[in-house]
């Protein structure tokens, strides 16, 4: 079946540092799923963080950016200088219709960000 | 901040109680979805939505739970007879044409 293997968390990083979450994915059903990063920041509900839908683009929001690569399945997701602001769990989807809508989420990766 | 209301934020029952929890979709989002998330952060599809007519549920869905999204009122989802297990992070999600979804903050419920 379908699924999204990311970066086991807890993932710390220190303040300024890089970022990188990996994030596989695998589609039975379609062969270039939508893609998608979304963020839970602490006491909030789930956020679109950023989509990509065409492979081989790559999607960015808030410094943030992934791109789809289809050779290897991947939408890793970067960042240069990670904040304090940044703290938050990160998950990893991929979503398609084939007259049935269907997303699969990987399982998150929790970052922290210190000072 | 999510435009996908959902009510409430908390909600604690007893084993053999029922459970209500309730969503407002983004306007103009025709599509609804519902999935559980457990404690190890998995999301488990519930069911969706278009419109009014349900278009895909789970097994467990159809049995134990009861879930409608009537016009003009806010989606709901019931769970029947509460049982420990159902305990987890509710979280309803609109969308436009089911292409992306936007979540709501979700209902925790935890079942005693």
């Known amino acids: 079946g379908d699924s999204v293997t990311q970066t086991e968390g807890p993932v710390t990083v220190s303040e300024s540092e890089s970022l990188i979450i990996n994030c596989t994915y695998s589609a039975t059903s379609i062969a270039y799923p939508n893609l998608f990063w979304y963020v839970r920041y602490p006491g909030e509900g789930l956020q679109l963080l950023l989509k990509?839908?065409?492979?081989?683009q790559k999607g960015s929001s808030r410094g943030f950016e992934a791109t789809y690569n289809k050779e290897t399945t991947s939408f890793h997701l970067q960042k240069a200088s990670v904040q304090e602001s940044d703290s938050a769990v990160y998950y990893c989807?991929?979503?398609?219709?084939?007259?049935?809508?269907?997303?699969?989420f990987g399982a998150g990766t929790r970052l922290k960000v210190i000072a | 901040n999510s435009k996908v209301i959902q009510t409430p934020r908390y909600l604690v029952k007893g084993q053999g109680q029922k459970a209500k929890m309730r969503c407002i979709p983004e306007k103009g989002h025709p599509v609804v979805f519902w999935y559980q998330q457990n404690k190890n952060n998995e999301f488990k599809f519930l069911i969706n939505?278009?419109?009014?007519?349900?278009?895909?549920q789970i097994d467990m869905t159809e049995k134990r739970f009861s879930a409608e999204c009537p016009s003009n009122s806010p989606c709901s989802l019931e769970i029947q007879s509460s049982e420990a297990g159902d305990s987890a992070l509710y979280l309803c999600?609109?969308?436009?044409?089911?292409?992306?979804?936007?979540f709501g903050a979700g209902t925790r419920l935890s079942v005693l």
């Open positions: 999600a609109s969308s436009l044409q089911g292409n992306t979804l936007y």
């Open positions: 990509v839908i065409t492979a081989g």
């Open positions: 939505f278009q419109n009014q007519e349900v278009l895909q």
């Open positions: 989807a991929l979503g398609y219709n084939t007259g049935n809508y269907k997303y699969v």
